[in-house]
């Protein structure tokens, strides 16, 4: 699935996270990515490997920073002579654990090698940025603690949202009787990385199988309109598929369920 992923949408750098891989089992991760590409993940701070930063050998990759929550390292695109800064995060689900997460990046923006560098943080900071982040809202009561937090710290790492295309939100609860969806998952951009790149943007895809949606960042560098229109047409043809994917799988699971109950199954277990 990993490698049909990037065989389809051909990044030059992506990140898993929460894989529950643990470190014992890293060699596991070849076998999800393509052969020649490279690895690195941030076992030396989580033992299930938060996250793995995998990327294609025609790009230089140097790891600056590895923690609990965040991997960041510099990419040097050979072929356009194109570098950058990247942090892929994890944020963690209580309010208060996060607040390393944002000191973090604050620390980060204050080294020298930041100074003058592209810089984009992306991922799944497991949090809403604005309350219209949330689908109950303004209808509905929405938990805002650490929002404000999180956001003072994002001022002050010079940080912002990037332009950003696709679906409105990036996770769904899967919850027929209860939907809620959130945007959790944020494409966030220096200035300096805005000035350099004026026509990225962050295009989130469709989730498919998983509750998460995934997010290409394109630099965009020699951008052409028609090609952009193709891709669009054929991406909703995608979209409609896999649409249709997600609906099968989630009524054959209803089946199941109705089938076995809630008595004591592996299936009951893991739902």
Same mark, same amino acid.
């Not at 390292?73 to 689900?93: D, P, Q, R």
């Not at 209808?139 to 805002?144: P, Q, T």
């Given at each position: 699935?990993?490698?049909?992923?990037?065989?389809?949408?051909?990044?030059?750098?992506?990140?898993?996270?929460?894989?529950?891989?643990?470190?014992?089992?890293?060699?596991?991760?070849?076998?999800?990515?393509?052969?020649?590409?490279?690895?690195?993940?941030?076992?030396?701070?989580?033992?299930?490997?938060?996250?793995?930063?995998?990327?294609?050998?025609?790009?230089?990759?140097?790891?600056?920073?590895?923690?609990?929550?965040?991997?960041?390292?510099?990419?040097?695109?050979?072929?356009?002579?194109?570098?950058?800064?990247?942090?892929?995060?994890?944020?963690?689900?209580?309010?208060?654990?996060?607040?390393?997460?944002?000191?973090?990046?604050?620390?980060?923006?204050?080294?020298?090698?930041?100074?003058?560098?592209?810089?984009?943080?992306?991922?799944?900071?497991?949090?809403?940025?604005?309350?219209?982040?949330?689908?109950?809202?303004?209808?509905?009561?929405?938990?805002?603690?650490?929002?404000?937090?999180?956001?003072?710290?994002?001022?002050?790492?010079?940080?912002?949202?990037?332009?950003?295309?696709?679906?409105?939100?990036?996770?769904?609860?899967?919850?027929?009787?209860?939907?809620?969806?959130?945007?959790?998952?944020?494409?966030?951009?220096?200035?300096?990385?805005? /000035?350099?790149?004026? /026509?990225?943007?962050?295009?989130?895809?469709?989730?498919?199988?998983?509750?998460?949606?995934?997010?290409?960042?394109?630099?965009?560098?020699?951008?052409?309109?028609?090609?952009?229109?193709?891709?669009?047409?054929?991406?909703?043809?995608?979209?409609?598929?896999?649409?249709?994917?997600?609906?099968?799988?989630?009524?054959?699971?209803?089946?199941?369920?109705?089938?076995?109950?809630?008595?004591?199954?592996?299936?009951?277990?893991?739902?």
């Amino acid at each position: 699935m990993v490698k049909d992923w990037i065989n389809i949408h051909q990044p030059l750098f992506e990140a898993f996270l929460e894989t529950h891989i643990h470190s014992s089992n890293a060699a596991k991760i070849n076998d999800a990515i393509l052969v020649v590409w490279k690895s690195f993940g941030n076992y030396e701070h989580h033992s299930s490997g938060q996250i793995i930063a995998v990327w294609d050998p025609s790009v230089s990759v140097f790891i600056y920073k590895a923690t609990e929550q965040a991997v960041t390292y510099g990419v040097h695109i050979l072929s356009e002579n194109i570098n950058l800064t990247v942090t892929f995060v994890y944020g963690f689900n209580v309010v208060g654990e996060r607040q390393a997460l944002w000191n973090e990046l604050v620390e980060i923006s204050d080294t020298p090698a930041l100074q003058n560098s592209t810089w984009t943080v992306l991922r799944d900071f497991n949090k809403i940025l604005r309350l219209a982040h949330h689908s109950g809202y303004p209808s509905h009561v929405v938990d805002s603690s650490g929002m404000q937090e999180a956001n003072e710290a994002l001022q002050d790492a010079g940080l912002f949202e990037a332009q950003a295309k696709g679906t409105p939100f990036t996770w769904s609860n899967n919850n027929d009787q209860d939907p809620v969806s959130k945007r959790i998952d944020h494409t966030l951009v220096n200035q300096i990385w805005a /000035d350099h790149f004026r /026509d990225s943007y962050g295009d989130l895809l469709e989730p498919g199988q998983s509750d998460h949606s995934p997010c290409i960042v394109k630099l965009l560098t020699q951008p052409n309109s028609a090609l952009a229109g193709k891709e669009y047409m054929e991406r909703d043809k995608l979209n409609l598929l896999l649409n249709a994917e997600q609906k099968f799988f989630r009524h054959r699971s209803r089946v199941r369920w109705a089938v076995v109950g809630d008595r004591n199954t592996s299936l009951y277990h893991n739902t």
